[in-house]
């Protein structure tokens, strides 16, 4: 099986080493990395080569636009989940996450499309964590809290039901 990275930095290299078990071409895409096989904008002529594609780009914004740009085009957006992560078997995972090693998703929890849980984080039982989300290493997503769309959350916060870390800006 064949993968394509959009996004060769340091991000990108660690996205190759979780993909490295599953895939036996790994390619990326990159507008300045000379490791990149193309730019960005070749996505659509490499469709036929590549049946999966994933997006390494620590921007929320940037990253939901090409995950929609490459689902139009046809390529399937796998999950990467980490051999040594542990997910609940009621956890739901959607695709185009990334799911690092050492991390924890607990039961009935759901992470949707196109996010990222890094290192050592946790989202516990009962908690959403929305599409395009980056909860970073060593974070705890809280039982039964949700995590808003395209949201990062820092190095080590806690979100849970009642609190909010100190960057929140979002209102029902």
Excluded at 74 to 93: D, K, M, Q, T, W
Excluded at 106 to 127: C, R, T, Y
Aim: glycine share 8%.
């Amino acid at each position: 099986m064949k993968l394509l990275i959009l996004g060769a930095g340091e991000y990108g290299q660690l996205v190759k080493e979780l993909a490295r078990n599953k895939y036996t071409t790994i390619d990326f895409l990159d507008d300045k990395s000379e490791a990149a096989i193309g730019k960005f904008e070749d996505y659509r002529k490499l469709k036929d080569n590549y049946s999966d594609a994933v997006v390494a780009i620590g921007n929320s914004e940037v990253l939901m636009e090409w995950l929609g740009r490459l689902k139009e085009a046809g390529y399937n957006l796998p999950l990467l989940l980490s051999e040594r992560a542990f997910v609940s078997p009621s956890a739901v995972i959607e695709e185009g996450c990334i799911i690092e090693p050492m991390t924890t998703i607990n039961a009935n929890a759901k992470v949707e499309k196109g996010s990222i849980v890094s290192s050592g984080a946790v989202v516990n039982h009962n908690a959403i964590v929305k599409q395009g989300c980056h909860i970073d290493c060593n974070s705890v997503v809280g039982a039964d809290a949700v995590v808003p769309e395209k949201m990062n959350l820092n190095y080590g916060q806690v979100i849970t039901k009642v609190t909010k870390p100190e960057n929140w800006e979002f209102s029902e």
